[in-house]
Structure formats: C-alpha cells, structure tokens
C-alpha cells in the first residue's frame, strides 16, 4: 500500500529525489557486494582510466601510482556515487582531481606558461590556411601510433590534459570545465591551441620520416 | 577583415563544432559559413582529423596486473575499515549510553535519597554515636529501632515531610536525629533530642538562657536551635536559607508543648 505523505505516494519519492541512492558504509555480504558492483564497473573502464593515466604523468610507473590511487579513492567514496549517473565521468573527476593535486607537484614538473606568451605564429594564419592543401593533412593517416603518443606527452599539460579528455575519452566541455575548475571557454581554447600544437608535432615527425 | 579572418576566435569556435559544442543556432551559422569559407572549412577538417587521430591512434596499453592487485590490497583495507568504524560508532554510543544511564542513576539517588546523608556532621556523628551511646537509645545499642525513630513533629502545614531519621551530634553531644524535607523547596529541617544541651545551650545564650529556643550553634551551615523538651531539650536545626527555620522552629516549639 502506497503511503501519502502530503498528497505524495511513497514510489514517487524516488523520483523526485532524482533516483539519489546514496549508501553509507556497509559490512560483511554487503561490503562484499559493493567490492564486486564497484570493480565490475571500474573494470570496464580499465584501459582507459591506465591510459589516461599514462597521458598525464608520462611514465608507466606514475600511472600506475596513479589510476591505483584514483581507484582506491573512488572505492571508498563509492557509497557517494549515485546510481544512474554518469561512472565514468565520475571516476575521470577522482582521477583528474587526484593528479592535479597529488602527482602534479611529484612528477616532473611542466612548464607552466601563461596562455598569452604563446610563441607569436603558433596558430594558423589565413594565409597559411588559405595556402594549405586539402591533401596536406593526410599525412595523419600514416601517423604511427608511438607519435601521437610521444606529442601527446609531449604536449603542455594545461592543453595535454583538455586534449586527452576530450579527444580521448570524449568528454564534454562541460564536464571539463568541470572538472578542471575552469570556465567553458578556457577549455574551448586549451583544445584548440593542444589540437594546433599537436598537428605541427605530429607535421614535424612526418616531415622527418618524409612523409610531408 | 579579411586578412584576418579567421581570428582566434573565430578557429575556436570552429574547433568546437568538431565535438559538436555551441549553441544549435551558432552552429547552424557555422556550418553555412564553413560551406562559403575555405580557410574554416580547411581548418574544421584539420581540427577533425587530429581529434579522430587521437582517439583512434593514441596506444592504449594494457593495464598492468599490478595495478589490481595493489588496489584489492588497498580495498581490503578500506573494507576492514568499515566493518571497524561502525563497530567503534557502536562501541563509542554504548559508551555514551552507560555513562548516561549512570548519571541519570546517580542523579536519581542523590535525588531520592538526598536524606540519607543531608550534611557531612551526621556521618561523623553516626560513628560517634557508636561510641558514646546515650542512655534512652538503648534499642539502637541493641540494634533494633527505637521508639524515638517515630517522628515526634508533624512539619506537614508548613511543607516538611519527614525524610529520614539517624544517629548524629549536636553541640558534642551525640543524639538522634530526625529529618524533615521541604517539598516546596530545598529546605531541611533537623530535629533531635539531647539529654543536657539545654544546659549547654544556655550557657550560649545570654539573651534568653534554656527557656526559650534559640541557636544553639551551628554546623555545615546548618543552624541548629534548642528548646526545652520532655526529655531534656529539643534541638531543632533548620537550613533553607532560615526564611522557614523560625517558622518551624516555633511548630515544633508548639508540637512540643502540646504533647507534653
């Protein structure tokens, strides 16, 4: 029997809550169970939580440390997780957040230049577009794989991180932003200016192996 | 204008409809001008191509065993952790509750039993008595209750109830006592006979001497008055800050005199 609490019936009360199924700490079978539901989604994400990983510090052996640690934090707080949201954008925020102020400081650290002394001719001019071919950029169809992944590393962190979780793992500007604690448009022009960076690194190691 | 288009604006925008963000109208506009502007439209395929080449061909490698293992590790512990936090809230919260229940326990007996030791004297004196028993006790000397332990004043017009009666001393002389309550306020009343203390007392008094009562001493802020007796003197002690000590001191003056 539906119970009304002020003119509300008891199964509606879910929804208006926005299905928050918030769970507190458990023991026993219960702890067992949620072991298993958080690795069972944590697992599909695995690859790509290392990877990411290995994005942002550089090296195996930080990443490791990392999605570790960003696993174990979004384990304990996983009672905080609301059932029906987004897993992976939430684990991707631990994971972020916990570079950004763990790894961040112990890794090896990034130059960190203001966006405005960016070298002047960095971005594409008309002229340059205007003069470019519609073929030249084919010579990303035959990038080797070990390229992008050293210009991605390569790249600056302020526009490496924007450019691997959007590229990468698709993730919204929103959701960057977000993350990232930035305004929208800080994260627009970060992956604009990383995508600019990267094409010309990626150019360079072409031009080296004469591709272009 | 047209040296400088696209301005860096204008190519961030352009990057942005690649992972289709904007607002629906600006993209719409966006997508007509890209069909007219060869330079955005380059620039759009550029931006594409580099965004695809990163998804698709950025290596993913293969998550190192270690990685899950250390992190069950560290899951395990995080588990014990919440089987051990809640069972210290449970621990802590019995705590708490045992040691409420014992100060609500303690704060009822001092509550209910309040007479059993009103003032620190009464507990020398009980020892005392032990010692220097006094003749017309003699049924506590045998350990049975006297006839004295009747209370000899009824205090109830003036909102005393008897509360409890024992050995004591008053003025050095030990006695037995009997004690009132205010029932109204925190009032006690202490009343007893001693053999001699009128004698005592009026050496204490000059104004009046044995025949009539008057403060005879007092002790732990007890004031203790005396008046002549059946069997000697009665000593009458009031402490309620003496807004009723005279009052009953003159019912039992009364009650007294009436019996007699």
Redesign the interface.
Known sequence: MAVCVAGISAPAWPRLLGNRTMRG????EA?EQR?EE?EGLARRY???L??TA??FTGN?ADA?DL??EA??RA??SFHQFRQGTNFKAWLWRILTNTYINQYRKQSRAPATMPLDDVTPGA??T?VE??A?K?TE?NY?DN?L??E??EA?IELREEFRIV??L???Q?M??NEIASMLSIPVGTV??R??RG?QR??KM?REYARKRGLA | MAKTHPDERCQERVSALVDGEGWAWGKWVLRMHLERCPACRMLYERMAAIKRVVRERAPRPEVPAALWEGAAGRFGQQRRAWVVLPMMAVWRTSALGIIGVLTIFAGSWAALWPTRAPHSWLDAAQAHYAVHRTSGHSELAQGKAPQSMAFPVDLSKFGLEPASAGPCTIGGLPTYCYVYRSSSEDCWAVISRVSGLCERVAGLCPRCGSSCGHLAGSAEGVRIYAWPGDSGCVCLSVHCGNKKGPAVARAVAEALAAKR
């Open positions: 700490p458990v023991r026993g702890a072991t958080f695995e690859r790509e290392y990877a290995l994005y195996p490791e999605a570790q696993l174990v384990f304990a971005e594409l008309a577009l205007a470019a519609p950029a990303l990038v794989d070990e992008v992944r991605l450019v691997i959007a590229d990468m698709d919204s500007y627009r022009s992956l604009f995508r990267l094409m990626l």
